[in-house]
């Protein structure tokens, strides 16, 4: 193929490029090898009459890239996606569009990507039988969180549990054998308080539960929303949690779940642990204590992972000539 071509991947393509091992992998590469989050520019949003357009440019010393997301809430009621998105990839030298990618595609790859990353640390308490884990919400990155959790970790997940209000909704298909439960099911107490990993990716505004019921060891992973008014738990958890953000300075601006949560007292802001820290091995995480990785999504995300996408589907194009 033409370097100089633009290249065009569609969803299928970015899913026959990369598996989510090599997404997690992308990841922690970018982090271990110097990439500081802090200083991603920050998401531009602008609001139109369906929703919003988000707007997140990101550069790395090899590329430069940038994402636009529609958020439409009111799509699902018609049976489209809520959010869309585009990925536009430049040469870092010559700023010449080099390729377009699928962004929805890649939003899926790339958030359950970054947090197995944020809490794989964490997930290495977890020895011996099955792991059982709770996830609210069934939408694609609810069931790619635990794909990631099955392809990319050691652990050996038992039974998982999605959790949403209309189960006659969610076909079967789309949940492989693992159970479907409403949240006004009696057993899902039991469930909460069972479960080691918890994961949260929905479009909530409140919590979806009591912390109270969780295990002194669970892992929660929040990535529904990135509004500082909006959260999927409540403040007693961020109050118990060792609690993992990817950028402190976007987590207070962003990650209701935290802002919330310390405008209550629950938490100090400069008891915020940046992922990097986790990921490097710089900050060793409590193996008796909660948890609780809180992603909002940054640019950077995108862009490195983008950029594994395209290495790997040149390098299958190199293969097939």
């Not at 990439?35 to 090899?62: E, H, K």
Request: negative net charge; proline residues 5%.
């Amino acid at each position: 193929m033409n370097r100089n071509q633009v290249r065009i991947l569609e969803e299928q393509d970015v899913l026959d490029a990369l598996t989510l091992t090599g997404a997690v992998s992308a990841v922690e590469s970018a982090l271990i090898n110097g990439f500081d989050p802090s200083s991603d520019p920050q998401r531009g949003v602008v609001d139109v009459s369906a929703g919003q357009l988000l707007i997140m440019p990101s550069r790395t010393g090899t590329a430069v890239g940038v994402k636009i997301a529609a958020v439409a809430p009111g799509n699902p009621s018609s049976g489209l996606p809520r959010i869309q998105a585009t990925y536009l990839m430049y040469d870092a030298q010559t700023l010449r569009l080099s390729g377009v990618i699928d962004g929805t595609a890649l939003t899926s790859l790339r958030t359950p990507a970054v947090s197995i990353a944020a809490v794989k640390p964490a997930l290495e308490r977890y020895h011996g039988g099955d792991v059982g884990v709770v996830v609210f919400g069934a939408g694609p990155q609810a069931r790619g969180h635990v794909s990631a959790l099955r392809e990319c970790t050691p652990l050996g997940i038992g039974e998982v549990t999605f959790v949403v209000r209309s189960p006659c909704r969610v076909p079967d298909t789309d949940l492989r054998g693992d159970r479907l439960m409403s949240v006004e099911d009696p057993a899902l107490e039991a469930a909460i308080r069972k479960a080691q990993v918890i994961v949260c990716a929905t479009t909530a505004r409140t919590p979806l539960f009591k912390s109270e019921l969780l295990r002194g060891d669970v892992s929660v992973i929040a990535v529904g929303a990135h509004e500082s008014d909006a959260r999927e738990v409540d403040s007693q958890l961020v109050a118990r949690a060792q609690v993992v953000v990817e950028d402190v300075a976007t987590a207070l601006r962003e990650a209701g779940d935290v802002i919330m949560a310390i405008n209550e007292g629950a938490i100090a802001a400069g008891a915020l642990i940046p992922m990097t820290q986790v990921v490097r091995r710089e900050h060793v995480l409590d193996p008796t204590r909660p948890v609780f990785f809180k992603s909002s999504g940054m640019s950077w995300e995108d862009l490195v992972v983008a950029e594994a996408v395209f290495d790997a589907d040149h390098r299958a194009g190199e293969d097939a000539d």
